[in-house]
């Protein structure tokens, strides 16, 4: 994918220099979140923290923690989980990279919006916005490293929330949750010029 390509992407999703901001994409996934989001949950890569707030107003989520890698997407989020009326945080902000510093078993829903777009590594743009888009030549650079440590973050029983584009290789994650012991479910699912969106709920397949 070219640069002219990717800034052609970038602006279509409305983003600013540092920090990801709500597109068509954190739409669904905070759709599939008011569908079958429940309990403890966590928003990896939480851009302005759009989705972690919308999260937090679903009555069957009991709190809402928001993680990001950019600090400046930090500071966003923690500045929109302030805004409610009350002056209380609507939901946590912590920085992390994907699920590391979270213990075992801490979440019943976990939500992912991930960077997706296809990048050649001699054409990367080496800014926050390229680590807010750019899946690595696969599209799937982080991907697939959420696939193989989410299950160990979900409480019994839990869901993960994966929002994936045809950009990224459809087939290819279904294989990788499948290897990673996910059975999935589309929750919700949009064609648009560009792409196709789906956000997959995954949850541990049956030993059976």
Known sequence: MSEETKRTLAARRDVETTVYQPAEDSRLLAAAVEAVGRGRLLEVGTGSGWVAARAADVETVTSVVASDVNPHACLAARERAL???????????????????????????????????????????????????????????????????????????????????????????????EACGFDHEVVVEESYPFETLSVLALTAADDD
């Open 83 to 177: 805004s409610g009326e009350a002056g209380e945080a609507r939901f946590d902000v912590v920085r992390a990279d994907l699920l590391s510093p979270f213990v075992d078993g801490a979440f019943d829903t976990v939500a992912f919006n991930p960077p997706y777009l296809p990048t050649d590594p001699e054409r990367e743009w080496d800014d926050w916005m390229e680590r807010a888009l750019s899946g690595g030549e696969s599209g799937r650079e982080l991907i697939e490293p959420f696939l193989e440590t989410v299950g160990r973050a979900l409480a019994p029983n839990g869901v993960a929330l994966l929002l994936v584009s045809s950009l990224t290789g459809y087939e290819e994650v279904l294989a990788h949750a």
